[in-house]
């Protein structure tokens, strides 16, 4: 295998590292994230698929072990998983409420003397609602009293139906409040949106303050009368619109697990497909912000030959690229992407090979290996299948030749898997698109043909 382009050089791979003139992925994944493009996702009743594998035989031999194969591919527990799609590889921030109607201004009704604590204190933040809305601190110290108030009348009361009343309201006027801030911080249509750090911080701790006040179950019985019905505010609705502000805030370090928690609290629900698409470009962009310089990187992979197989062992992952793998695999264990929906497929061999990438960078071949396969033999249609078939091979071959102990058995798997490779890609129009890429397969299959099987 001496002396072939592919095998004297890696720069046909590290195009983006600095060296050589390697096609690039149109790949959103790598760029940070910013709000310009839509993301839809739609609920899936269907029971969840069998953990994630490769549609041809495995493996062959001891090139990629089982435990590694699993570990990638495995969902843990059986589960549902959402359908959906993110066209652009963007995630759009957007709200998830419409306005909520403002409280009365006027004739603000005296509680009654019968009334109990918590009406009494709902008709109070009512008034100071009306009377100083523009005074956002002064609204938080109100709402912050009327939970309190619903949590000890709560603890005390012996009427369950006062006390989900009381809880209704409760959860009305805050929500209201957080709705409100949240629209006028990031707009809605044509009206821009204020973009003021303090009241989308505010409107992100009242979204925080009803999901820690109200349990799930409590949550299921309120009743939002000021709403229309089809608006009412469930669990995973909140906890989306407060990832939405983080995003919008680009806290990105906070904003991936808020997106995370989203999928969490309802995993086949209409944002769990966005809120997983979502999470990966914060991840993403905590990764983005503390890897090493590409060019820095591209020096010390430029020269390639005299490098040993020292030089080739995995780098050790730091806590953001973890954090961003994690996300990925979330995202390709909670989406089933529709086969008729080519966004939604699109995104998942984006997903797919944005991980891949990742663990290739990182030199961990084979976990890179095992990625870029999935999404070159599943994601044929994909713009990122091809370059996956490429990385795919370039990562067995540094298992084969570059590593130690080193896995010829490798080479055993190139000659396995180029030749579905090539049908896919290879072949009638396809073939015409990848004329570089089909170049590299054929001296690939020419030079495993002359290498001795071992």
């Excluded at 603000?108 to 019968?114: G, L």
Aim: aromatic share 8%; net charge negative.
């Amino acid at each position: 295998m001496r002396g072939t382009p592919w095998v004297a050089s890696l720069s046909w791979v590290l195009g983006a590292c600095g060296g050589g003139a390697a096609p690039e992925v149109a790949h959103p994944l790598r760029v940070a994230p910013d709000a310009t493009a839509s993301a839809h996702a739609v609920t899936s009743g269907s029971a969840a698929p069998e953990p994630h594998a490769p549609p041809l035989a495995d493996v062959p031999g001891a090139c990629l072990t089982p435990a590694v194969t699993e570990r990638l591919h495995g969902c843990g527990p059986t589960r549902a998983r959402a359908t959906g799609s993110a066209p652009g590889g963007r995630h759009k921030v957007g709200p998830v409420f419409t306005a909520a109607p403002p409280p009365p201004a006027t004739n603000v009704a005296p509680a009654s003397p019968a009334a109990d604590a918590c009406e009494r204190q709902a008709a109070l933040t009512r008034s100071v609602l009306a009377r100083t809305s523009g005074n956002e601190a002064g609204v938080m110290a109100a709402l912050e009293a009327q939970l309190d108030a619903y949590r000890q009348f709560a603890a005390t009361s012996h009427d369950p139906v006062r006390t989900e009343r009381c809880a209704s309201e409760t959860a009305g006027l805050v929500l209201e409040t957080a709705i409100g801030w949240h629209l006028e911080a990031i707009g809605t249509g044509a009206v821009r949106g204020t973009a003021e750090p303090a009241t989308m911080a505010r409107a992100g701790t009242l979204y925080e303050r009803v999901l820690a006040s109200f349990e799930p179950a409590a949550f299921a019985r309120l009743q939002f009368p000021r709403l229309a019905q089809g608006d009412w505010p469930t669990r995973a609705k909140i906890s989306y619109a407060r990832a939405d502000l983080l995003y919008f805030a680009k806290d990105w370090e906070r904003c991936g697990p808020a997106f995370d928690a989203v999928v969490t609290i309802d995993s086949t629900g209409p944002f769990a497909a966005e809120a997983a698409y979502a999470s990966v470009l914060c991840h993403q962009a905590v990764y983005q912000l503390s890897r090493l310089d590409r060019a820095t990187k591209g020096e010390l992979l430029r020269d390639e030959r005299r490098r040993t197989s020292a030089d080739f062992a995995p780098r050790p992952l730091t806590a953001a690229a973890e954090g961003m793998l994690a996300a990925f695999g979330r995202y390709l264990c909670a989406v089933e992407p529709a086969p008729n929906d080519p966004a939604a497929v699109e995104a998942y061999a984006e997903v797919g090979f944005g991980r891949a990438r990742s663990y290739f960078e990182a030199q961990h071949w084979e976990e890179a290996a095992i990625g870029f396969r999935d999404v070159a033999l599943e994601g044929a249609g994909s713009e990122a299948g091809v370059f996956a078939a490429q990385l795919y091979l370039e990562s067995l071959h540094v298992l084969a030749t570059r590593v130690g102990p080193a896995r010829p058995a490798c080479l055993d798997a190139m000659r396995a898997d180029l030749p579905p490779l090539m049908a896919l890609y290879c072949e009638g129009a396809a073939g015409r698109d990848n004329g570089e890429a089909c170049l590299v397969f054929r001296r690939v299959a020419e030079d495993l043909a002359r290498t001795p099987r071992e």
